[in-house]
């Protein structure tokens, strides 16, 4: 018996319907109808949940459903990755605040230019293999991130201007100038890659 055909079996020996199970573990009645059907699956803690509920074991939920088992071992996959992400992001972060603050010149320049580009491609790998994994594009979170991103880059292109008008054209200034040229540029390819993807 598949996954789903076995929480909808333990639902309706029960007596039960999917509003009144979707209330009891803080979800959706679609979501546990997307269950049944086995259109999705649950996460870790929501299976936890499901398991309590109904009190059966986990062993139980998932015999015979491989498909259930790849799920939660790729889960655990993207477990894993998200501190690794996170961390080569700090690293951008700070590597971005070196090169906008500090002068650098010469041979130096070109090694820590091209360590942040090998930091930036490493992030991108580990973004595009865990929506592979997931099966959700994180491109499709953009219209909450937007107006984030463009209202940071007005206030780093405002700075630019201040600067320009303060000190003429000082390294600084110019560091800031390339800086809000490479965001600009990444937001409108994150609003093109994400326009293009609804309407794939």
């Known amino acids: 018996m598949k996954f789903g055909e076995r929480l909808q079996h333990e639902r309706q020996?029960?007596?039960?319907?999917?509003?009144?199970?979707?209330?009891?573990?803080?979800?959706?009645?679609?979501?546990?109808?997307?269950?049944?059907?086995?259109?999705?699956?649950?996460?870790?803690?929501?299976?936890?949940?499901?398991?309590?509920?109904?009190?059966?074991?986990?062993?139980?939920?998932?015999?015979?459903?491989?498909?259930?088992?790849?799920?939660?071992?790729?889960?655990?996959?993207?477990?894993?990755?998200?501190?690794?992400?996170?961390?080569?992001?700090?690293?951008?972060?700070?590597?971005?605040?070196?090169?906008?603050?500090?002068?650098?010149?010469?041979?130096?320049?070109i090694i820590v230019y091209a360590m942040g580009i090998v930091n930036v491609v490493v992030i991108s790998k580990i973004k595009t293999f865990i929506e592979q994994v997931s099966k959700h594009p994180r491109i499709l979170a953009w219209p909450h991130r937007r107006w984030w991103a463009i209202l940071i880059n007005v206030v780093i292109t405002l700075g630019c201007t201040i600067s320009f008008y303060l000190t003429n054209l000082s390294e600084l200034t110019w560091n800031l100038f390339l800086t809000t040229i490479c965001f600009w540029v990444i937001i409108i390819f994150a609003e093109f890659t994400y326009r293009r993807t609804l309407n794939q």
């Open 13 to 109: 020996t029960r007596d039960l319907t999917q509003k009144s199970v979707a209330k009891a573990i803080n979800v959706s009645r679609q979501t546990i109808s997307s269950w049944e059907t086995g259109n999705s699956y649950p996460d870790i803690d929501s299976l936890i949940q499901l398991s309590d509920y109904y009190a059966i074991s986990l062993d139980i939920l998932l015999k015979e459903d491989n498909g259930m088992k790849d799920y939660l071992k790729k889960q655990d996959v993207l477990t894993q990755l998200v501190p690794l992400l996170q961390a080569t992001t700090v690293i951008d972060i700070l590597f971005l605040i070196f090169v906008i603050f500090t002068p650098i010149h010469g041979m130096v320049s």
